[in-house]
């Protein structure tokens, strides 16, 4: 077995060693239908699709994900299993990427949870399940990126709520990029090609685009450069800061 | 094999392990020891490929630490300060994740299993959640984590730290089980644990080796080395006869006990020529010893010495 999925089996293995990722899971559910059926008029609308839930998504996945995140390195530092682990034969990228990876699947596993909501619309009416597909890989690739985001930040503090939230504020950032509140922070001083440069970083334009069912490189790509980016990001930190 | 040459640790502008250069072989047990904060730790952790060095190398098993850290690193068994594990794993879990870390083959793994829960006393406590563990058994699982491959080095930062005397003297059997075949390395601040596994001891401060010798070496450095120590009916008229004897250098009374010690003069020895005065003069002595160096006086000068030096 690689290094890779050995670290990222015992990490995934971690979370369900305590009731706290069933707690995480019974709430993201919960929060997700609630938004959906609630605020999205689900019914009202009389539309067979799952627009209401991906739209609220990453509004949950901005609080959600890094409360995921904040444990990944904080904690190995504070018990100080990070100097075992880092002594294991394997490299800071595979435990980088296990560790990761553990986070992901578990996100991907909360969101894989909401299939009733899928087989919902099916029973009521007669949607594009290819476009509901694409939103799907498309929401599980955004929670990708919040994630790479929230494991370099926790490499940096062995306070999990500061990890916590300065992922929120990250994430949020990146999120809004496309909206005015970001970008008129900007335009008054910073040239118009930087102004788009951060508007294109923005999360939710890129989501937007796979949620249409329009599945382009272009935005795919966006997210796995984003969790690479973040990534090698946190193998830097990790590195600098694993002695204090 | 460990190697170091100059090896040198700085956080910012405090300079934690400053030059050391060592080699341990096969089949030799090296103590590390100093007070706290001597660079004990940060030394071990930059053999182990913890923490990159400042300046230096070090090398086991001819392997680079920084240029083939995972070479290093699978010949290594690494036992870090405090005995760190993941809590929420039963200790059954625990080792078979090291085990599949380090890709211990199928035939081998309830063999080294087997060997390393045995030889820690694990057996009982298997299913149990490591952070429901005592300190003495989770001391124990470090140190199965770390035999478990069956290491050539074994580098162990204060694996008796915490224990009970039971406990301790378990784990320097242990130790001395090992020690035929392999290069270990122990740090520790409690000197009898030198006599018990060391067959060489390196005393550090302040990043700095300060002595590199055996025990026994160390221990006749001591004061004491040579001593005679006795305890008379009549204190004062066996003070005066030890006076007598050409090579005694100094004598002491206790003050609470009337416990006479002889000190010799470097290099000679006291304890015939004193029982023969005492014979002579016939004084009648309750309890006569001839003393050993003192490992914790010969520590304490050594590493007090240097620093006043360096305050002065
Ligand atoms: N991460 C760190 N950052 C700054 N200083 C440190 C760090 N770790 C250790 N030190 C300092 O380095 C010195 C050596 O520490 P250490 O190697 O732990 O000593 P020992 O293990 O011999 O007690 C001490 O003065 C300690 O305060
Ligand atoms: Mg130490």
Redesign the interface.
Same mark, same amino acid.
């Given at each position: 077995?690689s =290094?890779i999925t050995?670290?990222c089996k015992?990490e995934l293995?971690?979370y369900f =060693? +305590?009731p706290v990722a069933y707690v995480f899971i019974v709430i993201f559910l919960v929060l997700s239908s609630a938004f959906t059926f609630y605020l999205g008029n689900f019914y009202e609308r009389g539309q067979a699709d799952l627009l209401p839930f991906f739209s609220f998504l990453p509004w949950l996945y901005l609080f959600l994900v890094p409360a995921v995140s904040m444990r990944l390195w904080s904690e190995e530092r504070k018990?100080? +299993?990070i100097?075992?682990l880092?002594?294991?034969?394997? +490299?800071m990228w595979q435990a980088v990427m296990g560790k990761f990876l553990a986070a992901w699947a578990f996100i991907g596993i909360a969101l894989a949870l909401t299939f009733p909501l899928w087989i919902t619309v099916n029973y009521l009416g007669d949607p594009d399940n290819g476009v509901i597909f694409a939103s799907y890989l498309g929401a599980w690739l955004m929670s990708g990126a919040f994630l790479a985001i929230g494991s370099c930040i926790s490499a940096a503090t062995r306070n999990q709520v500061v990890a916590f939230i300065l992922t929120v504020v990250a994430c949020f950032v990146l999120v809004m990029a496309g909206f005015p509140l970001v970008l008129d922070a900007f335009r008054s001083w910073a040239p118009q090609a930087l102004v788009d440069a951060i508007a294109s970083l923005s999360f939710l334009t890129h989501f937007a685009s796979i949620s249409k069912g329009v599945i382009d490189l272009r935005d795919l790509l966006y997210f796995v450069l984003m969790i690479g980016f973040w990534l090698y990001a946190s193998a830097i930190v990790i590195d600098l800061k694993? =002695?204090? | 094999m460990i190697e170091t040459h100059a090896l040198g640790k700085r956080y910012g502008d405090l300079v934690a392990v400053d030059g050391i250069s060592f080699k341990v072989e096969p089949g030799q047990v090296l103590g590390f020891l100093g007070p706290n904060g001597a660079g004990k730790s940060t030394t071990m952790k930059m053999i182990a490929g913890f923490l990159a060095p400042t300046s230096g190398s070090a090398k086991v098993c001819g392997f680079d630490v920084e240029t083939q850290p995972i070479e290093a690193k699978r010949v290594v068994g690494y036992l870090p300060e405090g005995a760190p594990s993941y809590g929420e794993m039963s200790v059954r879990q625990f080792l078979g994740f090291i085990a599949d870390v380090r890709n211990i083959p199928g035939n081998m793994r309830s063999k080294r299993f087997d060997d390393a829960v045995g030889r820690l006393n694990l057996e009982g406590v298997l299913e149990q959640p490591i952070e429901t563990l005592s300190k003495g058994f989770k001391r124990r699982v470090g140190l199965a984590q770390a035999i478990l491959h069956d290491p050539k080095v074994l580098i162990l930062d204060e694996p008796t730290d915490g224990l009970d005397p039971n406990q301790k003297h378990e784990v320097r059997t242990l130790i001395n089980a090992m020690a035929r075949d392999k290069t270990i390395i122990v740090s520790t601040h409690v000197l009898e644990e030198v006599h018990a596994v060391c067959s060489r001891a390196i005393i550090i401060a302040k990043g700095r080796v300060l002595a590199d010798a055996t025990p026994a070496e160390l221990e006749a450095r001591s004061r004491y080395y040579q001593a005679v120590s006795l305890t008379a009916a009549d204190t004062k008229a066996a003070k005066e006869a030890l006076s007598r004897v050409a090579d005694v250098a100094a004598i002491e009374v206790d003050a609470q006990d009337g416990r006479i010690t002889a000190f010799p003069k470097p290099g000679k020895q006291i304890f015939i020529a004193v029982n023969q005065v005492l014979q002579e003069r016939n004084i009648v002595v309750r309890e006569l010893a001839l003393e050993g160096g003192r490992l914790d006086e010969v520590f304490r000068t050594i590493t007090q010495g240097r620093a006043q030096e360096a305050q002065a």
């Open positions: 077995m =290094a050995t670290v015992r293995r971690s =060693a +305590t018990s100080g +299993t100097e075992l880092l002594t294991l034969p394997i +490299t694993k =002695a204090d | -």
